[in-house]
């Protein structure tokens, strides 16, 4: 590095020295001038020097993100959660897919998924357009979906949507997550996910306005940043004409589950 900062101020010298007639006078006089002017080059050649190699550089990439691949112990039952998306792409514009799927005593009672073209509109903000598909419960549901996912500030993780079928039913929901580091591999991450709908839906067991809410609390381990095992609580409630359908088919209104699990990304 001595030697390379050496060449680059006599190199420097000479140059000054062609252009300006004075160059050599004041260069002799003061030596500790022409050091700081060498540095300064080599910084002036450091900064560009990243700019030039990556300003055309825009490579599809692509990843899949299991977030939650778990499994809940309730009052009643046990159930299996796995729900995750998947992303190709380039820095502006992706292609995502997203899936949700519940399964308990055996059988799948949820499963959707969604596929979204992603544009970003705002810095650490996407805007998504696509189709969702409920293929469970029955009977299933195809909604058109527009939404919005970033980071808010304070570093919450948004995830908002809207959606609308071709019966004109409606919904929205809103999903957000905050990651709290207590040391460099200890996460814990309090979320929570809102779901309302337009009209009331009998054969769904989902009531117009505000149907169910559900909050967790997960503490996670990173073996390795693609790999972290984790345990936590997750608590979830229905909402109006949402309950009143649930108590109908002697479902519970709210229930208090013990999760474990493993969050992966590949």
């Known amino acids: 590095m001595k030697l390379f900062i050496n060449l680059s101020k006599k190199l420097f010298m000479n140059f000054s020295m062609k252009l300006f007639p004075m160059g050599k006078k004041i260069f002799a ?52 959660i796995m729900d995750g998306q998947a992303w190709l792409g380039k820095d502006l514009q992706k292609l995502w897919l997203k899936f949700d799927v519940e399964r308990s005593s055996g059988d799948t009672e949820e499963m959707e998924l969604q596929a979204l073209y992603s544009k970003a509109i705002a810095p650490l903000w996407d805007l998504q357009v696509g189709v969702r598909q409920d293929f469970q419960p029955t009977p299933s549901r195809t909604w058109a979906v527009i939404g919005l996912q970033g980071l808010a500030p304070y570093f919450f993780e948004v995830d908002a949507a809207f959606f609308v079928d071709a019966s004109n039913r409606s919904a929205f929901r809103i999903q957000a997550e905050y990651e709290m580091l207590l040391t460099q591999r200890l996460i814990l991450t309090p979320e929570f996910e809102f779901n309302l709908y337009g009209q009331n839906d009998r054969e769904l067991g989902t009531g117009s306005g505000l149907s169910d809410f559900e909050a967790g609390l997960r503490l996670r381990y990173e073996v390795r940043r693609e790999f972290a095992p984790y345990i936590g609580v997750n608590w979830g409630k229905r909402f109006g004409n949402s309950a009143d359908f649930a108590r109908d088919e002697g479902e519970d209104t709210d229930e208090v589950q013990w999760v474990v699990g493993v969050r992966a990304w590949f």
């Open 29 to 80: 006089k003061n030596e500790r001038a022409s050091r700081v002017s060498a540095l300064l080059l080599l910084m002036v050649f450091g900064a560009v020097q990243p700019v030039l190699a990556g300003g055309k550089d825009d490579p599809t990439l692509g990843m899949l993100m299991i977030d939650q691949l778990e499994q809940r112990k309730g009052d009643d039952d046990n159930t299996q």
